[in-house]
């Protein structure tokens, strides 16, 4: 059961991260599965791969609420596809991940759920604090259904390749200032990070 398709074509997957998906779906049979990583990394990819084995509810952060993320920008910052400012990380992106995560914990009460979305304010957040990134959405959540995290992995130096491969409008603001976004985001230390608070790593 999906909530929303993706209608990107997938990128390449490795075979080490077929198996590894295959792996994962023993654990993900009940509970919120968070499937993490920089945008084009592959996440997406994962989170399908992942669903054909076990019939979740999969939901997209990219096709949560995009009319409202865009609205807002647009007033903003006149970027509605802006996801990396400081105006967006401020106002905009704690609320949309925070109802993402409670919606997930409440399905979950019933079925599987793979949420697909970068959380990587919640990466950097959960390392500052010592915690695993399961520990940090679990509170945010506010449930107590099993929660694990999935840092999907790829070579930093392969994203703005992925990005123009997949065409996605939302990766145009990143593509045309790519210095800026490998300054502020890829080289932020979160390729480290990432996989230190995650419980699992897709090795992509």
Not at 44 to 73: C, G, H, I, Q
Not at 147 to 162: E, F, G, K, N
Not at 166 to 185: C, I, M, N, T
Request: glycine share 6%; charged share 20%.
């Amino acid at each position: 059961m999906t909530a929303a398709a993706n209608s990107e074509q997938p990128l390449p997957f490795s075979p080490t991260a077929h198996q590894q998906v295959r792996d994962l779906a023993q654990y993900a049979q009940t509970g919120v599965t968070v499937m993490c990583g920089f945008p084009a990394a592959g996440k997406s990819t994962a989170t399908r791969l992942l669903a054909e084995l076990v019939d979740p509810v999969v939901l997209d952060k990219d096709t949560y609420a995009p009319a409202l993320e865009e609205s807002v920008m647009t007033e903003l910052t006149g970027n509605p596809h802006d996801r990396d400012s400081d105006t967006y990380r401020r106002i905009v992106s704690p609320h949309i991940y925070a109802a993402l995560v409670q919606q997930a914990a409440r399905i979950a009460q019933r079925c599987p759920v793979i949420i697909d979305a970068p959380f990587l304010g919640y990466v950097q957040a959960a390392n500052g604090r010592g915690e695993r990134l399961s520990s940090y959405i679990r509170v945010v959540a506010g449930g107590v259904v099993p929660i694990r995290t999935v840092w999907v992995d790829t070579d930093t130096t392969h994203l703005r390749a992925r990005m123009q491969q997949r065409g996605a409008e939302r990766d145009q603001p990143k593509l045309a200032d790519w210095q800026a976004y490998r300054d502020g985001v890829l080289d932020s230390g979160l390729a480290v990070v990432g996989p230190r608070v995650a419980d699992y790593l897709i090795s992509n």
